[in-house]
């Protein structure tokens, strides 16, 4: 069983913690079905006095192997003292609301980038942005709020064997297809596009193959990452359908989307991209054959997993952040078959639909299907809270370059902001622990060439090459409008070229 909370608040404040700040797509704390612009008033709360969950019960079989491999932790002597700090070295600017940054892999050095309006554009190895966008897709995509919008090319993956056959994915919100249900907001596009054989820096916008589509009821709690897995296949994060609490229009009833694995929605799915069209189910998927649970899922009982990757190293694990409702922020480990809680439980602490700022003592240890519930392996106060460290999480990377060699196998992480008037967002850094049950201690990771060595930015989302070297994906704007983007990459303090 995790830590108690007020523990877990008492370690950050020692690591020195403020007040410190999520989504741009800021998955919000508490939105509305029509909210797109300034941030949502939190009603008033009383601080809840945290109170730990009961012991889960046995896991069935069916989720036999659904709890995280313990990580072997970073040398207790590394060959350089372990120092939460970094200098931020600008790699590209000019950019709206950047919010996937993924290497090609093939000895180019090239970075392709992803922003929210629905452009992809190439960053050479030198550090230049190509003057023409390797895609565009603002034709295909429903119009974005500039204020604040959660919608939008929100995911960029490319094919394992992408230098061979020029295969991307994408995920973006396109209009309500035909047929959709009646006073939903949009549909989710996970589509497959080819590069133009004639040019390495273009994508054909005529080979367009869209594999999956999803409709949305409210504009929010998207998800949007996709990313390749180590055996090849595709995993697509969604969110929970939006609004707030998983309740209302497109919400199971008295269930919400998270507990109900018979939609997509609250999910992690993992689909295979190199069979049949427009996607084979991989046979070892854990609800293949279950009448009650769609083939597709891979994992559930998520609310918004804005950002997950996968560890390109050691047990190479699937980390995912889920954006807390109004009180906690969470990064979990994924694993096949796993319920991680929502919307019976925020982060470690139970939770309340009816009562969101007031959680309950004591809630159900496993899902409405019998499965235990599987507590996250970070968690931190919302800014909601007293000493809360900001609104969203926005989920990281596993360091696995060589520029900081001290931070091997440590995984970077962050927050959005702790309000939508001043861009504030956060780094972390957490040291994993060998023994399981435990919540993983994190720090924040100071930014030596910074006033206040804060990132003073709103924080979108992390990249990483194809030398395992990671990048912080920034904007000044709460909305995908203007051209304060940017992206940086981490080296060694003080060592940073502008």
């Known amino acids: 069983m995790r830590k108690q909370a007020c523990k ?11 007040l410190a700040a999520c989504a741009a797509p800021p998955p919000e704390a508490t939105p509305t079905p029509t909210e797109t612009a300034a941030q949502p008033t939190p009603e008033p709360i009383e601080t809840p006095t945290p109170t730990e969950a009961p012991q889960p019960s046995p896991t069935p079989a069916e989720v036999a192997d659904a709890s995280p491999t313990p990580i072997d932790p970073p040398s207790a002597t590394p060959a350089v003292p372990f120092e939460p700090v970094v200098s931020l070295e600008l ?21 392709l980038v992803a922003d929210q309006i629905g452009q992809v554009w190439i960053v050479t190895a030198e550090g230049e942005r190509l003057e023409d966008p390797f895609l565009d897709l603002r034709d295909r995509m429903v119009t974005l709020n500039a204020n604040y919008d959660e919608r939008g090319l929100l995911g960029l993956a490319l094919h394992p064997a992408y230098e061979d056959n020029g295969r991307l994915f994408v995920y973006y919100s396109a209009p309500l297809q035909a047929g959709g249900p009646v006073g939903w907001n949009h549909t989710s596009h996970l589509s497959e596009f080819s590069a133009s054989p004639e040019d390495p820096n273009r994508a054909d916008p005529d080979s367009e193959r869209v594999i999956m589509r999803v409709d949305q009821p409210q504009s929010n709690h998207n998800g949007g990452q996709i990313t390749f897995g180590p055996t090849g296949y595709l995993y697509v994060a969604l969110g929970d359908g939006g609004s707030a609490h998983d309740l209302g229009m497109g919400h199971t009833e008295n269930l919400g989307n998270g507990q109900d694995p018979s939609n997509l929605l609250g999910s992690i799915l993992r689909i295979d991209v190199d069979g049949n069209e427009p996607y084979e ?20 009982g998520l609310r918004n997993p804005f950002r997950m990757a996968f560890d390109t190293g050691g047990a190479q694990q699937l980390f995912a952040g889920d954006v807390g ?17 929502w919307n019976i439980k925020e982060g470690t602490h139970c939770f309340d639909p009816g009562s969101p700022n007031n959680p309950p003592e004591t809630c159900p240890d496993s899902g409405p299907r019998g499965n235990t519930l599987i507590d996250p392996i970070i968690e931190y106060p919302n800014a909601n809270l007293p ?26 992480f962050g927050d959005w902001s702790t309000d939508f008037q001043r861009g504030d967002g956060t780094l972390f850094i957490a040291t994993p622990l060998s023994e399981e049950g435990e919540l993983w201690p994190f720090e924040p990771l100071r930014i030596a060439d910074r006033p206040n060595e804060q990132l003073n930015e709103f924080l979108l989302s992390f990249g990483q090459d194809a030398d395992g070297e990671l990048y912080v994906l920034t904007s000044e704007s709460t909305g995908p409008s203007g051209s304060t983007g940017k992206i940086y990459r981490l080296v060694p303090a003080d060592t940073a070229v502008e």
């Open 8 to 18: 877990l608040i008492a370690i950050v404040m020692a690591f020195g913690l403020g």
């Open 91 to 111: 790699i590209t600017e000019g950019l709206t609301a950047p919010l996937a940054a993924v290497s090609p892999r093939d000895g180019s050095g090239r970075i």
């Open 281 to 300: 189910i991989p046979s070892d998927n854990p609800f293949v054959g279950d009448e009650n649970r769609l083939d597709e899922i891979y994992a559930y």
């Open 325 to 341: 409702q109004n009180l906690w922020e969470e990064v979990n480990i994924i694993v096949s078959g796993g319920n991680y809680g």
């Open 387 to 412: 000493n809360g460290l900001g609104r969203s999480v926005i989920g990281g990377k596993v360091y696995r370059g060589t520029a900081l060699p001290s931070f091997e196998g440590r995984y970077v």
